[in-house]
């Protein structure tokens, strides 16, 4: 079982920056495939960026082209969290933004995640 706990979602303006971050508990960290997800209103949850664990300590970072360049995925294994640094922020960013954990599948896909945060709303005005 892993928990997982986000925090850092509000509102800002256009070409602003914000910082998610999630904390997970319950399981070795260090090897976990970790996840971003967002979901508009009326829309499909879909993938943001992805960090997998390569092996030793190698990391891969995978983004959606939407926010490839402005948004960057990062993690502590020390302090068990996955952050999502969002720059350059646009309007249709805004979404409810959830971290995700994955122990097999396909990373790019949310109904591969074993377990998922709350939520996160990001607000983003024009």
């Known amino acids: 079982q892993v928990q997982l706990a986000e925090s850092g979602g509000g509102l800002v303006q256009a070409g602003g920056s914000l910082r998610l971050s999630c904390t997970a508990s319950?399981?070795?960290?260090?090897?976990?495939?970790m996840g971003w997800f967002r979901q508009a209103p009326g829309k499909e949850r879909e993938f943001v960026a992805a960090h997998r664990w390569g092996g030793s300590t190698t990391y891969y970072a995978d983004y959606a082209d939407s926010v490839k360049g402005r948004f960057t995925i990062s993690r502590d294994n020390a302090k068990n969290t996955v952050s999502l640094q969002m720059n350059s922020l646009k309007p249709e960013d805004t979404a409810v933004y959830y971290c995700?954990?994955?122990?097999?599948?396909?990373?790019?896909?949310?109904?591969?995640?074993?377990?998922w945060g709350q939520g996160t709303q990001v607000t983003v005005s024009s």
């Open positions: 995700a954990v994955l122990l097999s599948g396909n990373y790019l896909e949310p109904g591969s995640y074993d377990y």
């Open positions: 319950g399981r070795t960290f260090r090897s976990l495939v």
